[in-house]
């Protein structure tokens, strides 16, 4: 009986996880000079959140392992680290199916004493996903509500020098960078 229910968990995540449908006839969300004031998600207690004024960097997990690599991080710190640094945390949830997201998934992330945004939608994950490097951690710095740069890292010491790093130079260097080329 438990190997039955094994392999239809198996099943289950397996077709889940096929999004690749949905992200083919998309317009990637994440590119810079895109706006993004429109950003508008729900956090893990279904609260909705959008852009705040003073985020600087959106931090994007949009798999299992780089969500793991930011919430382990996260929950290392201060309720408010990410809002001390400009910054809110995404993650893409979407692939997972709903049992396995409101049995497991969800109730793990109300545990988490920092804000988590949620793509629970393939629809609306698919443009942000879309063109990205879903494996590792994508930052996007934003100024004026416009992507000024996107970086992709995969370690908790590279969040952490990005997040901590609150220079204005680290969010408008990129921007002079694309102005000069």
Do not use: W
Not at 105 to 128: E, S
């Amino acid at each position: 009986m438990t190997k039955i229910l094994l392999g239809l968990l198996a099943t289950f995540l397996f077709i889940g996880c096929s999004s690749s449908a949905v992200e083919e006839n998309v317009t990637p969300k994440l590119v810079v000079g895109q706006n993004v004031a429109d950003l508008k998600l729900n956090d893990q207690f279904e609260k909705p959140h959008t852009l705040n004024p003073n985020t600087y960097k959106l931090v994007f997990a949009f798999s299992k392992d780089s969500a793991h690599i930011c919430n382990d991080f996260f929950n290392t710190k201060a309720p408010t680290y990410l809002e001390d640094h400009n910054a809110q945390f995404i993650a893409d949830v979407s692939a997972a199916p709903s049992l396995i997201r409101s049995i497991f998934i969800m109730p793990g992330l109300k545990d988490f004493k920092h804000t988590v945004l949620l793509l629970d939608d393939k629809t609306i994950a698919a443009p942000y996903r879309k063109d990205m490097d879903v494996e590792k951690i994508v930052v996007v710095y934003v100024l004026n509500k416009k992507i000024s740069d996107i970086k992709t890292i995969t370690t908790e010491e590279e969040l952490r020098k990005i997040l901590e790093d609150d220079s204005p130079m680290s969010i408008i260097a990129p921007v002079i960078n694309q102005v000069m080329n």
